[in-house]
């Protein structure tokens, strides 16, 4: 069964998390993503065989969308790649993301090898998450 996966990156980690997708396009293509809306264009560019829905960009309300989502037990699975050096105009919205994603206890990753990790796990080959 698909899950709906949330991919989400800072702008100096946006190329890290569309090489992660290229990677790993053939295990993602059964699936649905969603991304905001940045992310999803830097995504598309280098994967344009995979359809992406895209919200808003994070500082504009992108990062709240996706946890209203994942609140609603829509997103069942977060990969967010945060630029741990810049600092975030949009921080709380940021912090309030990774919130809901604990809260509801959804797979997470946040680098690039525990995003390997998540797909070598089975995330991607599974059913989806029951809402938590």
């Given at each position: 069964?698909?899950?709906?996966?949330?991919?989400?990156?800072?702008?100096?980690?946006?190329?890290?998390?569309?090489?992660?997708?290229?990677?790993?396009?053939?295990?993602?293509?059964?699936?649905?993503?969603?991304?905001?809306?940045?992310?999803?264009?830097?995504?598309?560019?280098?994967?344009?065989?995979?359809?992406?829905?895209?919200?808003?960009?994070?500082?504009?309300?992108?990062?709240?969308?996706?946890?209203?989502?994942?609140?609603?037990?829509?997103?069942?699975?977060?990969?967010?790649?945060?630029?741990?050096?810049?600092?975030?105009?949009?921080?709380?919205?940021?912090?309030?993301?990774?919130?809901?994603?604990?809260?509801?206890?959804?797979?997470?990753?946040?680098?690039?090898?525990?995003?390997?990790?998540?797909?070598?796990?089975?995330l991607l080959n599974g059913p989806a998450p029951a809402p938590g």
């Amino acid at each position: 069964m698909p899950i709906t996966l949330a991919l989400v990156a800072h702008d100096r980690m946006k190329p890290a998390l569309a090489g992660w997708v290229a990677r790993h396009a053939a295990e993602l293509a059964p699936h649905a993503i969603v991304s905001t809306a940045t992310t999803g264009a830097t995504i598309r560019a280098q994967s344009p065989e995979l359809p992406i829905r895209a919200v808003k960009s994070g500082p504009l309300g992108g990062d709240q969308q996706i946890g209203g989502m994942i609140a609603e037990g829509e997103v069942h699975a977060l990969i967010f790649f945060p630029d741990p050096l810049t600092p975030q105009a949009h921080d709380v919205d940021v912090k309030a993301l990774l919130r809901i994603a604990l809260v509801y206890d959804i797979p997470a990753a946040f680098s690039p090898a525990t995003a390997d990790l998540l797909v070598k796990g089975g995330l991607l080959n599974g059913p989806a998450p029951a809402p938590g």
